[in-house]
């Protein structure tokens, strides 16, 4: 990792959040996240808002280590599931983080369904500490295909083809990706912030 720049420590353990965070911030900052500090506890996401998770977990993270923390709680509103699966997007199947399980429900949930329209929201906290900094988020609008396409990206991302788009997120490859994304567009400004605040 380079040596001599700002440290950046992402309060997730998602090996795949911290790649297109690191890929997207380049190398402005050095990225770490929890992975790579044994014995942080676990913060549980009690909040019933992308702003409410994040907010705990970038909190209780800053307390435990040096720097700047960023967390990042972020999930897939479907309008004609009334804004499901939301803050519950990595357990929407039923079991933390499995992948196929949650794109399964989310397909039958969504069989015979005309309005396809959905987005994908992320809202960022950044916390030292253990105060909160700032707080930043972003969208994406697009909608649901009919089935999975693409090997690339992770969780939701074979389902959803965002906006001016036919191909899906996980077809579309990482640099397109992280230009269109939800993350993307919070992480510019969490940027911007770092970056004004020197």
């Keep these: ?27 402005r900052f050095e990225v770490r996240d929890a992975n790579d500090f044994p014995g942080l506890p676990a913060v549980e996401e009690t909040g019933t808002t992308f702003l409410e998770n994040a907010t705990l977990k970038a909190v ?28 519950w997007s990595s357990s929407y199947g039923g079991e933390e983080g499995n992948h196929p399980k949650n794109n399964s429900r989310l397909l039958a949930e969504m069989a015979g369904k005309q309005d396809r329209a959905a987005r994908f929201r992320c809202t960022m906290v950044l916390a030292e500490g253990g105060e909160v900094l700032a707080d930043f ?5 697009g909608r649901i295909l009919e089935a999975p396409y693409g090997a690339g990206g992770f969780g939701y991302d074979p389902l959803f ?22 993350r993307g567009r919070a992480l510019a400004k969490v940027v911007a912030w770092l970056e004004s605040a020197g």
């Design 137 to 141: 988020s972003g969208t994406v609008e």
């Design 1 to 27: 990792m380079p040596s001599g720049l700002p440290l950046l420590v992402i309060a997730t353990r998602n090996a795949h959040k911290t790649q297109e965070i690191r890929e997207m911030i380049g190398d």
């Design 161 to 182: 083809a965002p906006e001016g788009h036919e191909k899906s997120f996980a077809e579309l490859g990482a640099e397109v990706k992280n230009a269109l994304s939800h």
């Design 60 to 87: 209780a993270i800053s307390r435990e280590v040096a720097g700047k923390v960023l967390s990042d709680d972020s999930g897939l509103e479907v309008d004609a599931l009334g804004g499901a699966p939301g803050v």
